[in-house]
């Protein structure tokens, strides 16, 4: 650690890891889960469901610097939870050697690296979740670093904070430590994106994580925000692959209708409607729910906290991956559509041939009895 760095002397350190755990939760599962009542208005919000204090270990630079850390299960009734690790900081420490311990997994736990023992939580979550049930998971696990500073050195304002360190800090928010030269233009874009109530708090935000300076009381309010707008992010993500398994299933029906004859009476409509039927369902949740969880002024009545849930939004890009969610059902619609009209086609040829049959017997028919009856 030089002395140039840019070093913490109190902090925090969050990581948090969102995962899907295999579907809707309705309120009888979660009153099993949680053990009491939840009020009302917290069902479509991430709930904390678990919490366990632990000692975790940060290596770096030669050093191993003991921390007291929390372990906290929030879980969103929507399809994901999400498990959030605040690791105290309290010796001295630089940014560049957080950064190193986050991308080179040199954070200990019980014995383990950090990111197995993230992943053994996260498979013991799911099956409590999920008891003897035999569940296919979202195989990605959406991982966001909140790095909050209350004491650093050397002590600089806002301004001389982002000339003299504004390079590091944009490795940071980018979730990288690699050595390539960053172009000015950027270290402005990712630094000058100050989320913050108050001139003397700090609140750096980018898809990766977030960089803070204070937010005394009410920095667990901006927390919930935006472990809600992850949360969307990562169930948007989670119905993308859905969607996209059930639209291959309707486009090979498809092709088998293009190809058969006798279409209708295969089991390939069975498996297109009920590939319809399952993205259906996704865009009803999406229609009833979702789209109110994306509307700030359903989430909160604070215009600050609207704003601070709007820009978090658009900064994580969920209304985008909305927007290519709601696109791939429709065209999922538009394939059923199709299908029902060459499906109809068909089916209104063969009744047309079977008309023809019908008439040519009752024609043929008496003709030909007549003169198989006739004497010789």
């Known amino acids: 650690m030089n002395n140039s760095d840019l070093t913490i002397n109190n902090g925090k350190l969050t990581i948090l890891s969102v995962f899907g755990h295999g579907g809707e939760l309705d309120k009888t599962q979660l009153k099993m889960l949680i053990g009491s009542e939840v009020i009302a208005e917290r069902w479509n919000r991430p709930i904390e469901i678990e919490n366990k204090e632990c000692s975790m270990a940060i290596v770096a630079g030669g050093r191993k610097i003991i921390c007291n850390s929390k372990m906290f299960v929030d879980i969103f009734a929507a399809g994901v939870s999400i498990l959030r690790t605040e690791i105290e900081i309290r010796e001295k420490i630089s940014l560049n050697e957080i950064m190193i311990a986050i991308h080179s997994n040199a954070i200990i736990v019980e014995g383990f690296d950090y990111q197995s023992y993230a992943n053994k939580r996260i498979k013991e979550i799911r099956e409590k979740i999920n008891p003897m049930k035999m569940v296919t998971y979202h195989p990605d696990i959406k991982k966001f670093i909140l790095l909050r500073i209350k004491d650093f050195t050397p002590r600089l304002d806002h301004k001389a904070l982002k000339e003299q360190y504004g390079e590091i800090i944009t490795r940071f928010l980018s979730g990288e430590t690699t050595t390539r030269p960053l172009h000015n233009k950027e270290i402005v874009e990712k630094t000058a994106n100050d989320l913050s109530y108050y001139d003397e708090d700090f609140f750096l935000a980018s898809t990766e994580g977030a960089f803070i300076i204070g937010c005394d009381g009410y920095i667990n309010e901006l927390r919930e925000l935006l472990e809600l707008a992850i949360s969307l992010l990562l169930l948007f993500q989670i119905y993308d692959r859905k969607i996209d398994v059930e639209i291959s299933n309707a486009f090979e029906a498809l092709k088998k209708l293009n190809s058969s004859r006798y279409y209708f009476i295969t089991h390939a409509p069975r498996k297109l409607e009920k590939s319809l039927f399952t993205v259906s369902e996704i865009g009803l949740v999406i229609l009833d729910d979702i789209k ?85």
């Not at 063969?350 to 007549?370: A, D, K, M, R, T």
């Open 292 to 376: 109110d969880l994306m509307n700030p002024h359903k989430i909160t009545n604070d215009w600050y906290y609207q704003s601070f849930y709007q820009k978090m939004l658009d900064i994580l890009k969920v209304r985008d991956y909305g927007k290519l969610v709601q696109e791939k059902i429709d065209s999922l619609q538009n394939l059923y559509s199709t299908a029902r009209e060459l499906s109809t086609e068909q089916l209104a040829l063969w009744l047309e041939v079977l008309v023809v049959i019908l008439i040519l017997w009752e024609v043929v028919y008496p003709i030909w009895y007549g003169a198989s009856c006739a004497p010789n």
